[in-house]
């Protein structure tokens, strides 16, 4: 049988020998903890404690206001010190809660609210909700918002991308090979919203040990199925994942429910499991800190608003001073120039190169090999559009599908004269919605 | 935080892939034609190569003072003066490939804006300007002090020809063109290294193959249809211009079609035309009628049109 994937793709240095076979090991903080109010899309989380409260780990301190939001809980005892702007990882200021960690963790007490099998849908979607769940892969979409479509009977199938397609991250993986059931568990809360649904586990085949383990947890279970897929990047993106599972295929004006899908990432679907079957909010993720200048590359369980400064010295600090260090994957990841951000609910990891080898490769004349449009998972033609770009030609940049790009970044990496190709798309695509937002 | 910090957008990675790295695999892979042009020939082609390949990076560098942009490094130019070379009779005079390279570099590609903005291949151009201007010079395929007709033209002239020979490149014709053995070596260098691959090529000769055995009058002769194939500059044409990436549709669908018109063109030209010639000309019409195609065979973006497909 051909092997599930898509057309298109790159395969880059992975870097995953670096971290994959290092057991998760436990972090924690010191001092203050940061906890930004905007960790997901969607309106940002309202305040409920103030200046000089004390907090318990597991304690809410913002609510949502909105249907698409999500709550924040403390992930330590302790106090209140302020409710201000800090920077994330972005670069931006983003109002926060400030905590001064007692380093007592004393818990609220979590229990869950009944059993799994006496929860109705609707209990099940509002724990969610007040657990604070968002896609951990990334994109920070509240779960319950995603787990709510329009027509939950038309939902055919639930994808856990377990891909981990992203050099360097080894997160997903730990997780997979030490918790499987509690990744199964979450997939087992959610086939119960929806009645008709299959569950999928979709494994990048450069993972065969996991895909062994899922399959062996999974023999009884008839809603749930493994799939391995072709190891390339990107293969966790929505779309491509959707189309090499189910051959069902999304354009960037649809929601992988317009085609009966729900894609949710590994440690999405643990926090499901945690909130639903033992009652713990969202507070808590495995985050990779690797790359060349790490000197001891490992997956850490990371308390949500610890600072990366804290996490770099626990790995051992820097071996050489890094020339870039990257907050998620060096594929989607951002480039970030302050150590003392917080982590929030969609840091994936934190890789520190000694090269950057973007600065050292200046671009030069595109000379039509047409390599970009080849690996272009989008079948866009990249080198065209960022053309289109360079003129703020938005006519020609949207005949030629410009809204497509899902900007993995494939076309800048494999173009040979090392053009911003996926830069230059990126900037036009945020005028052109920047204008039909007004 | 030091200054030494670098911030971009994202991805942060790059691959090893280079513009100069694959001309210099070009300028590889061309090797075999062009060792075997000096063995058959002589010294002399080598000396053509050189004053071609020197005139090219010449009017290069010194168009890089004007403009103020040295972009010699990227050997796009030493591609241009080599392939020119190879499409040159050895008994040409020294300042033919001047004229040549001067006017492949600098009218055909730098006034246009230099590498990937040229419309037509330098080279072939540069080949054609000089076969309208200096028809004798550039038809005279004498060497050895032999002067004889090239396989085409006595196949054309109802003579029949040694294919052996031609696979080897034991006949007259250009420096590059004749031996068949050393271009596919070199062809099947840049394949193996994912530099070109057989959409061109493939469905250019086979369409060439196909229009001469329907109208090339000798039926499905295989005789003659391995002369045609491993006469003139068919293989030089169909592997390394025709597969230049600046001056072919960049669509996949419009690099088969590419392929299709020019075996079309190539069979007209050769069967109907004065020459037994036809594939530089017919290479340089499909470079016009590139915007065209890849118009024609634009990509759909995934997930645009059509419905759910179940597997």
């Given at each position: 049988m051909a092997k599930l994937t898509f057309t298109g793709g790159i395969h880059p240095y992975d870097g995953k020998e670096l971290s994959k076979d290092k057991p998760i090991l436990d972090f924690l903080p010191k001092g203050e903890m940061v906890y930004l109010l905007s960790q997901h899309i969607g309106a940002p989380a309202r305040p409920v404690v103030k200046k000089g409260d004390s907090v318990l780990v597991g304690q809410k301190?913002?609510?949502?206001?909105?249907?698409?939001?999500?709550?924040?809980?403390?992930?330590?005892?302790?106090?209140?010190?302020?409710?201000?702007?800090?920077?994330?990882?972005?670069?931006?200021?983003?109002?926060?809660?400030?905590?001064?960690?007692?380093?007592?963790?004393?818990?609220?007490?979590?229990?869950?609210?009944?059993?799994?099998?006496?929860?109705?849908?609707?209990?099940?979607?509002?724990?969610?909700?007040?657990?604070?769940?968002?896609?951990?892969?990334?994109?920070?979409?509240?779960?319950?918002?995603?787990?709510?479509?329009?027509?939950?009977?038309?939902?055919?199938?639930?994808?856990?991308?377990?891909?981990?397609?992203?050099?360097?991250?080894?997160?997903?993986?730990?997780?997979?090979?030490?918790?499987?059931?509690?990744?199964?568990?979450?997939?087992?809360?959610?086939?119960?919203?929806?009645?008709?649904?299959?569950?999928?586990?979709?494994?990048?085949?450069?993972?065969?040990?996991?895909?062994?383990?899922?399959?062996?947890?999974?023999?009884?279970?008839?809603?749930?199925?493994?799939?391995?897929?072709?190891?390339?990047?990107?293969?966790?993106?929505?779309?491509?994942?959707?189309?090499?599972?189910?051959?069902?295929?999304?354009?960037?004006?649809?929601?992988?429910?317009?085609?009966?899908?729900?894609?949710?990432?590994?440690?999405?679907?643990?926090?499901?499991?945690?909130?639903?079957?033992?009652?713990?909010?969202?507070?808590?993720?495995?985050?990779?800190?690797?790359?060349?200048?790490?000197?001891?590359?490992?997956?850490?369980?990371?308390?949500?608003?610890?600072?990366?400064?804290?996490?770099v010295e626990e790995a051992g600090g820097f071996t050489v001073q890094p020339e870039k260090i990257i907050c998620g994957g060096p594929m989607m990841g951002v480039g970030i120039f302050d150590l003392d951000v917080p982590v929030t609910k969609t840091s994936t990891a934190l890789l520190a190169l000694s090269k950057d080898e973007v600065s050292l490769l200046a671009p030069s004349a595109c000379i039509n090999c047409g390599r970009c449009a080849q690996v272009c998972p989008g079948r866009v033609v990249p080198s065209r559009l960022a053309d289109a770009a360079e003129h703020f030609d938005e006519e020609t940049f949207l005949k030629y599908n410009g809204m497509e790009c899902c900007e993995c970044g494939c076309c800048s990496y494999i173009c040979p004269a090392k053009r911003q190709l996926t830069q230059e798309i990126k900037s036009m695509r945020k005028i052109i919605l920047a204008k039909r937002k007004k | 935080m030091s200054d030494s910090m670098k911030i971009s957008s994202n991805p942060h990675v790059r691959s090893k892939a280079t513009v100069s790295g694959i001309m210099a695999a070009v300028v590889v892979a061309l090797m075999p034609a062009a060792g075997y042009g000096i063995y058959h020939f002589g010294p002399r082609a080598l000396e053509l190569i050189l004053i071609s390949i020197v005139s090219t990076v010449g009017t290069e560098f010194l168009f890089g003072l004007i403009r103020k942009k040295e972009t010699v490094g990227d050997l796009s130019a030493v591609v241009t003066g080599l392939l020119l070379a190879l499409n040159l009779p050895v008994s040409v005079p020294w300042w033919l490939p001047v004229i040549g390279g001067v006017f492949a570099i600098l009218v055909v590609k730098e006034l246009f804006g230099g590498l990937g903005q040229n419309f037509m291949n330098p080279a072939l151009a540069a080949r054609c300007f000089l076969l309208i201007s200096f028809p004798a010079l550039m038809t005279d395929f004498s060497y050895d002090a032999v002067t004889g007709p090239t396989p085409l033209a006595a196949l054309k002239a109802g003579e029949s020809v040694n294919v052996l020979d031609m696979i080897v490149g034991r006949t007259a014709g250009t420096i590059g063109e004749t031996s068949l053995i050393a271009i596919v070596a070199g062809a099947c260098f840049l394949i193996l290294l994912g530099i070109i691959d057989l959409r061109i090529p493939g469905s250019y000769l086979i369409t060439f193959l196909l229009f001469e055995a329907v109208f090339g009058r000798h039926g499905f002769d295989p005789a003659y249809l391995s002369a045609q194939l491993a006469g003139g500059g068919l293989m030089l044409g169909a592997f390394f211009m025709a597969t230049d990436y600046v001056t072919r549709p960049i669509t996949i669908g419009g690099q088969y079609l590419f392929g299709i018109f020019l075996g079309l063109m190539t069979g007209i030209f050769r069967i109907y035309g004065p020459g037994a010639e036809g594939v530089s000309y017919a290479i340089i019409l499909g470079n016009l009628l590139v915007p065209l195609i890849e118009k024609i065979t634009w990509p759909t973006a995934f997930g645009k049109g059509g419905g759910r497909r179940e597997k």
């Open positions: 301190i913002a609510e949502s206001v909105a249907f698409v939001s999500a709550p924040v809980h403390s992930s330590v005892s302790g106090t209140v010190k302020a409710i201000e702007p800090r920077r994330a990882v972005s670069g931006d200021m983003v109002q926060s809660i400030v905590i001064e960690n007692d380093e007592m963790y004393d818990e609220v007490g979590f229990y869950p609210e009944a059993p799994l099998e006496k929860l109705s849908k609707t209990d099940i979607i509002d724990i969610i909700k007040e657990a604070g769940i968002v896609g951990m892969g990334g994109a920070g979409f509240p779960t319950h918002v995603k787990l709510s479509p329009k027509d939950p009977r038309k939902i055919d199938y639930i994808i856990a991308n377990c891909a981990e397609c992203e050099p360097y991250l080894t997160s997903d993986y730990r997780r997979m090979m030490e918790e499987p059931e509690k990744l199964i568990g979450g997939m087992k809360v959610i086939l119960k919203l929806f009645d008709k649904a299959l569950g999928i586990l979709a494994i990048e085949d450069n993972k065969p040990d996991c895909i062994r383990i899922m399959k062996e947890l999974t023999k009884n279970e008839n809603r749930i199925v493994v799939k391995a897929l072709k190891t390339k990047y990107p293969q966790g993106a929505e779309r491509q994942i959707v189309y090499a599972t189910t051959g069902r295929k999304i354009n960037s004006s649809m929601l992988p429910a317009d085609v009966g899908c729900i894609v949710n990432n590994v440690d999405t679907m643990v926090a499901v499991y945690r909130a639903v079957v033992e009652g713990i909010p969202s507070m808590e993720r495995i985050i990779t800190v690797t790359g060349d200048c790490i000197a001891r590359p490992r997956n850490y369980r990371v308390r949500i608003g610890s600072s990366y400064r804290q996490l | -």
